[in-house]
């Protein structure tokens, strides 16, 4: 599942990614737009702002503002900076392995290869998905339904 932190990270890249090229979004635009609690966006924010992902401008008319394109941002990178593990099992993750203690062999554990095989189908999905997708997604999902 994924984390608040995460989600919420997710949210205000979208609200960011509509407004790129624009003057900078403060955070209680942010906030209330996508009902945010504004202490937690604060560190989201400040995190992304220190992994490169977003500007950000001090002052009257300051605020956040992307610095890199939305379709270049995609969802692998927000997980990992803000949920940690993308694998189910800590035994198949890339980044944060650990092996399971009830593991007798890792080589021939059925349980572990096939939850690599979610592991790698979903780091492709995440790998491929961009803040940019998913704007066009909730603009085709609305269209969708608008009668």
């Not at 599942?1 to 624009?22: N, Q």
């Amino acid at each position: 599942m994924l984390s608040k932190k995460t989600k919420y990270a997710i949210r205000a890249l979208m609200v960011l990614a509509k407004e790129f090229g624009g003057e900078p979004l403060n955070i209680l635009s942010i906030s209330q737009r996508e009902k945010i609690p504004k202490k937690f966006l604060e560190q989201i924010l400040l995190e992304m702002r220190n992994a490169g992902f977003l500007y950000s401008k001090k002052g009257a008319g300051g605020g956040y503002s992307l610095l890199k394109n939305p379709a270049e941002i995609n969802l692998v990178h927000v997980m990992r900076l803000t949920g940690g593990p993308i694998a189910m099992l800590s035994c198949v993750s890339l980044n944060f392995y650990q092996r399971c203690d009830e593991c007798r062999d890792e080589e021939t554990c059925g349980i572990r290869d096939a939850f690599q095989s979610v592991r790698d189908a979903t780091l492709k999905i995440l790998s491929e998905t961009s803040i940019a997708d998913l704007i066009i997604k909730e603009q085709v999902l609305g269209d969708k339904f608008k009668i």
